[in-house]
T-cell receptor
Framework: AAGVIQSPRHLIKEKRETATLKCYPI?????VYWYQQGPGQDPQFLIS???????DKGSIPDRFSAQQFSDYHSELNMSSLELGDSALYFC???????????FGPGTRLTVL | QKEVEQDPGPLSVPEGAIVSLNCTYS??????FMWYRQYSRKGPELLMY????GNKEDGRFTAQVDKSSKYISLFIRDSQPSDSATYLC?????????????FGSGTQLTVLP
């Protein structure tokens, strides 16, 4: 079965640079979530989208923005990167109102 | 204090043992409870999902929820070395079209052959 696709899988940036992470949900899933997982930590919810509209917002820094496109894929844009932004970034998808989320393999961002 | 507390581990057991993983929570609004398995440097994989108090069984895995005590557990029977991973409990509230998950901190399990 098709799963959530994330790209790139690994990304290395320097401080103050920008990064764009992409997420392609499972076909027919219309809801996308972004989570950040720091080293040795649990995933922290950043933001979610339903039908291309932001539906909920968590602990997402103002330097980050995201959107969902007409084909339901989503992009997380990160600017003025800081060392503390180094983490695994997961995207998850679900059907609207469904209780289960399916996670992608993650993008490992390293900020030097 | 975190909304979801999970026994931190790490936990090391011999192959064939019964494993018990536990989480407590403080937010009464949580209605949906999940267990995810995460291998090193991989995305969380959904193992079990339940929304009612009681037990739910799937193969070697049993999820138990006690809403009155705000306590959930995952039991793994006949544990295998391939079960070695970090196990995360996760919860969500019932409202809205998008339901963000709140995770426990994870329990690292090692099953020794």
């Amino acid at each position: 079965a098709a799963g959530v696709i994330q790209s790139p899988r690994h990304l290395i940036k320097e401080k103050r640079e920008t990064a764009t992470l992409k997420c392609y949900p499972i076909p027919r899933h219309d809801t996308v979530y972004w989570y950040q997982q720091g080293p040795g930590q649990d995933p922290q919810f950043l933001i979610s989208f339903y039908e291309k509209m932001q539906s909920d917002k968590g602990s997402i820094p103002d330097r980050f923005s995201a959107q969902q496109f007409s084909d339901y894929h989503s992009e997380l844009n990160m600017s003025s990167l800081e060392l503390g932004d180094s983490a695994l970034y997961f995207c998850a998808s679900s059907l609207a109102g469904a209780d289960t989320q399916y996670f992608g393999p993650g993008t490992r961002l390293t900020v030097l | 204090q975190k909304e979801v507390e999970q026994d931190p581990g790490p936990l090391s057991v011999p192959e064939g043992a019964i494993v018990s993983l536990n989480c407590t929570y403080s937010n009464s609004a949580f209605q949906y409870f999940m267990w995810y398995r995460q291998y090193s440097r991989k995305g969380p994989e959904l193992l079990m999902y339940t929304y009612s108090s009681g037990n739910k069984e799937d193969g070697r895995f049993t999820a138990q929820v006690d809403k009155s005590s705000k306590y959930i557990s995952l039991f793994i029977r006949d544990s295998q070395p391939s079960d070695s991973a970090t196990y995360l409990c996760a919860m969500s509230v019932s409202s809205g079209s998008a339901r963000q998950l709140t995770f426990g901190s994870g329990t690292q399990l090692t099953v020794l052959p």
